[in-house]
């Protein structure tokens, strides 16, 4: 027993209060609980004080521990807060996992059936391409929503009515503890023993316990009694239905590519790009539909480097990584991976928040496909401060730079290819492709500011065209929906001069509407959709999701507010074809009853990804 030692005179070091950042523990992600000391000089703060950096002669110790107790329950796989009353039989018979078959409630399944069923097509589809389809079993689940006949029995908090009731063994069921009530059967197992921990598999359905106390270095004996505060139970960390990579190709449009298992073929390689939504802007003000758990940055952190990392692309284009963020977890992590990375934040005139909160765009690459030969760096503000010394009168130059500056920035990494040059007339030639990633201007109002940062870059990609042969893409979040002005301008290279948006210029930094075009020969790489003749469920399934009017996705950013295409890859199509795709979302996938961000996907953005390969080149 530890002793605890008294306060002489009540100088020492106190634990004055101790609270969670979420109540809710997901497994893989760190908690962090906030603790508030004071020193015997009555000063109040909240650094760690460790045995080897002691604070007037005290240090603080951690104990973290799960408890156990013997009644058990399963976890509803859409609210995973939710102990599970119901059970899809389909699911089972269909050997989707488990934890995927449990439901909270009959409203729960219904609500979620249009998300759920995606399961049961591709279970289909699995059998389908293996011959043993099941026609009994899969013909109750056909094209409508009636989810008749396919749930289980009410599923109790015992382990042996679980097993009953569904037909499902005690060995491959996940059956997790229902409670935290003291009990003859709770137990108490020590887990921990820093201020962090993160919760594992082996603590989903427990209650976590995180404990400190003030301990004095001399004598090694405790201060006081322990300071505790409880977690609710751990749940699963929630897992979006996986996207595959669809063949845009007529000689592939048949199948379809596992990005768990695949690799970038000889001479093809894979680009991401994804605004993955910044920590400062990921409010529950702005998104309060979505739970405060899963807005945290301890969960949202680790759900998007799972994302990113299972999609194996070899060139990550990210749009809002905090340069805190870049620094401290995503140039770590994706290191590991096999990942060089390239960061470029946004300029600070206008910013006014923390100098570490600010965001900007990030690339990476894989070291084993890729080398790094050149960086440029594009300021907006910079390009805004040259175009009002050369075309504003000095009287209105302030006004000018308050609606031009607006701090967005592009990046731009010239690249060179490991994977050969297979195809062409000059194998020994260097391959090199250069890859934009950008972030441009959000607010509606200023269409003329987002039309003229985008016509800079284009500029500016142009000089880069003229010295040097080179592939190139332009990746990011573009702020501007299919048919704007900006839309037309990338994908093809002109403006109508008729356009309703060019009537906002009040700066005329748009004209001659002349000079708003490139040479460059781009298009959208999800047009392929669209464009390509192939035919097959996949590509069907994918048009559909489609607007015919612009060949573009019907969304990539997806809220309560908004819901629309702000978010493209380019290509030169003189130099490279598309050959594969990442599948779309629909709104169904997303639940009918939400929007994003949500806990399976934890950016308001899809990610968009595309398969390349490099044409052979032609001589001019």
């Known amino acids: 027993m530890t ?48 045995e ?22 399963a976890i509803c796989s859409v609210h995973p807060t939710e102990q599970a009353t119901l059970q899809c039989i389909g699911c089972l018979k269909s050997k989707i996992p488990v934890a995927k078959s449990y439901h909270c409630s009959a409203k729960c399944f219904s609500d979620a059936w249009q998300h759920h069923r995606v399961l049961h097509e591709r279970a289909i589809s699995a059998l389908n391409e293996n011959g043993t389809e099941d026609d009994e079993l899969f013909g109750r689940f056909g094209s409508g929503s009636s989810s008749s ?18 037909g499902v063994n005690n060995g491959p069921t996940p059956v997790y503890p229902t409670g935290t009530e003291k009990s003859s059967g709770e137990t108490w197992f020590e887990v921990g023993c820093s201020r962090t921990y ?32 409880t977690t609710s139970r751990v749940i699963p960390a929630p897992t979006p239905t996986p996207r595959r990579l669809i063949p845009v190709n007529a000689a592939d449009a048949m199948g379809h590519f596992d990005l768990d298992s695949r690799t970038s073929s000889f001479g093809t390689f894979t680009v991401l790009s994804y605004n993955i939504l910044a ?30 990392i299972g999609y194996h692309a070899d060139i990550i284009c990210l749009q809002e990584v905090q340069s805190n963020h870049f620094e401290e977890f995503f140039s770590p992590e994706l290191d590991k991976h096999g990942y060089q990375a390239l960061y470029k934040k946004r300029t600070t005139e206008v910013y006014t928040g923390s100098p570490q909160a600010i965001d900007g765009c990030a690339t990476f690459f894989r070291r084993d496909r890729f080398s790094h030969v050149k960086k440029y760096e594009v300021e907006f503000n910079k390009a805004a401060q040259s175009l009002t010394d050369a075309i504003i009168p000095a009287a209105q130059k302030k006004l000018a730079l308050t609606r031009l500056v607006k701090d967005n920035i592009a990046l731009i990494a010239v690249l060179e290819a490991k994977f050969g040059n297979h195809g062409t007339e000059n194998p020994s030639k260097r391959q090199l492709l250069c890859v934009a990633n950008t972030h441009i201007n959000i607010h509606h109002d200023l269409k003329d500011v987002k039309l003229w940062q985008i016509h800079t870059l284009l500029k500016g990609l142009e000089k880069i065209a003229v010295s040097a042969d080179i592939p190139m893409l ?54 392929s959709f669209v464009s390509m003749a192939g035919v097959g469920y996949d590509l069907d399934h994918q048009r559909r999701r489609m607007d015919p009017a612009t060949n573009e996705p019907l969304f990539t950013n997806c809220t309560r507010d908004f819901t ?57």
């Open 52 to 73: 080897a950096a002691p604070v007037d002669g005290y240090f603080m110790r951690y104990k973290w521990y799960r408890i156990q107790s013997d009644r058990r329950a």
């Open 198 to 229: 993160t919760a594992t598999a082996d603590d989903i359905g427990h209650v976590l316990r995180f404990e400190c106390i003030v301990v004095d270095v001399e004598t090694r004996g405790t201060v006081r009694a322990p300071t505790s505060v």
């Open 279 to 308: 920590d400062t802007y990921a409010t529950s003000d702005t998104y309060s539909y979505c739970p405060t758990w899963a807005l945290t940055w301890a969960y949202r952190r680790q759900n998007l480097l799972r994302e990113i």
């Open 474 to 527: 332009v990746c990011g979040d573009f702020n501007s929906t299919p048919g704007s002005t900006s839309h037309w301008l990338l994908a093809r290279g002109k403006v109508d001069h008729l356009h309703p948006d060019l009537a906002i210029d009040p700066l005329g930094i748009l004209r001659p509407l002349s000079k708003l075009t490139h040479q460059l020969p781009l298009v959208s790489a999800y047009s």
């Open 564 to 620: 629309g295409t702000i978010d493209y890859i380019f290509y030169t199509a003189d130099s490279l074809t598309v050959e594969s795709l990442l599948e779309l979302l629909d709104e169904d996938s997303l639940r009918k009853d939400t929007a994003l961000p949500s806990p399976e996907w934890s950016s308001d953005h899809i990610a968009l990804l595309a398969e390349f390969r490099c044409k052979p080149r032609v001589r001019r």
């Open 3 to 50: 002793q605890v030692k008294p306060a002489p005179g009540g100088r020492m070091l106190t634990v004055l209060r101790v609270h969670l950042p979420s109540e809710i523990p997901i497994v893989g992600c760190e908690i962090t609980p906030y603790v508030l000391l004071r020193r015997p000089d009555g000063g109040v703060f909240t650094d760690d004080v460790s």
């Open 149 to 166: 006949g396919i749930i289980s029995a009410a599923l109790s908090g015992s382990t042996s009515n679980l097993s009953q009731s569904s």
